[in-house]
């Protein structure tokens, strides 16, 4: 039996959605992390950097999302990480550029205009996220382009890298964020968002 231990922010929800398209048979614990409570002893015997998602796998635990989704997918021998080199490097090549380039320009909007007034940290930045909305629209332009090719990130058919990559630009919603002139982007995030797994893994959550 698989538990996995994480809170409402995009790292979760990237695990969950990949929990739920490949139909695991799971249980889902909620770690509030404005309580403290991935600072409890219990926690940190899960994971030696105290932050969420983990998933418990019997006796053994993994941190990390991308990680995390990696596992998954190899442990239920899905096409979603694909077994050929070439292929499994393409998906390993955007679920990398969301975590250093996009997606971290999106959770530092995220970050600055909801995350700290919720966990009462502070005043927003807008210098901050003047940077942020640059870069981001530069990098959404990249990734419009790809779309527009492919349909996909990683071609014609479904990969991990998609589930990770909608859990950063899903954000863009509440946000407020424009995705006008990305319209490729705007299809593929709709093509997501009606999958049944996306729908099961936001109840998962819902609080």
């Known amino acids: 039996m698989l538990k996995l231990h994480g809170f409402y922010t995009q790292n979760t929800m990237k695990t969950l959605y ?6 695991c048979d799971y249980e889902f614990a909620f770690v509030d992390l404005f309580k403290g409570e991935h600072k409890s002893e219990a926690f940190s015997k899960l994971t030696p ?17 991308g990680a995390i989704c990696r596992y998954l997918a190899n442990k239920e021998g899905s096409a979603l990480y694909p077994e050929e080199f070439m292929a499994r ?22 970050f600055e205009n909801i995350i700290k007034s ?8 807008p210098k901050v996220c003047d940077e942020a909305t640059n870069f981001a629209l530069q990098q959404l332009a990249i990734i419009d382009g790809q779309l527009e090719r492919t349909g996909y990130l990683t071609g014609g058919t479904l990969s991990i890298a998609d589930f990770f990559a909608f859990a950063y630009v899903e954000q ?11 319209p490729n982007v705007e299809n593929w995030l709709g093509k997501l968002e009606s999958r049944e797994s996306i729908a099961r893994a936001l109840q998962k959550v819902a609080r």
């Open 172 to 182: 863009v919603g509440p946000l407020e964020f424009s995705l006008d002139d990305f």
């Open 18 to 23: 990949v929990l739920e398209e490949l139909g």
């Open 89 to 110: 490097a393409k998906v390993d090549q955007w679920m990398d550029f969301f975590s250093c380039h996009l997606g971290r320009w999106i959770n530092t909007l995220y």
């Open 49 to 65: 950097v105290g932050k969420a998602p983990v998933l418990q796998v019997g006796d053994e635990s993994i941190f990390e999302s």
């Open 118 to 125: 919720k966990a009462g940290m502070g005043e927003t930045d």
